[in-house]
């Protein structure tokens, strides 16, 4: 993957619930297509940052939003984004709509 490649969600707009009340409880995402739909739970805090970069990699968003962008932003507010990156739960995230370009 290269810093410089653009990240896009194209995806329909992810359901939101939440699975308690302080930061490290969960959050459950639903996302869904024509053919089905996932759900993945992230811890609360995460999923926060998570749905505030879906809005910066809208292609409705005036500004490109870069790999190299998103792991900076991640690093800042949590560690491991290597892990973060290759998880189950972001699999999940390209599978629905969000593109590497």
């Known amino acids: ?6 990240i896009c969600w194209i995806g329909n707009e992810p359901l939101i619930s939440n699975k308690g009340n302080n930061s490290s409880s969960l959050t459950s995402i639903d996302l869904h297509d024509e053919q089905e739909s996932a759900s993945v739970s992230i811890e609360q805090s995460k999923a926060n ?20 962008q998103l792991k900076q932003d991640y690093e800042q507010a949590f560690d491991d984004f290597e892990a973060f990156w290759n998880s189950y739960e972001m699999d999940v995230f390209r599978e629905k709509g969000l593109l590497i370009l």
């Not at 993957?1 to 653009?6: A, F, L, R």
């Not at 505030?52 to 790999?67: A, E, G, I, K, Q």
């Open 1 to 6: 993957m290269k810093i410089s490649s653009k």
């Open 49 to 68: 940052w998570l749905l505030t970069m879906l809005v910066s990699t809208s292609p409705t968003y005036n500004r490109p939003y870069t790999f190299s």
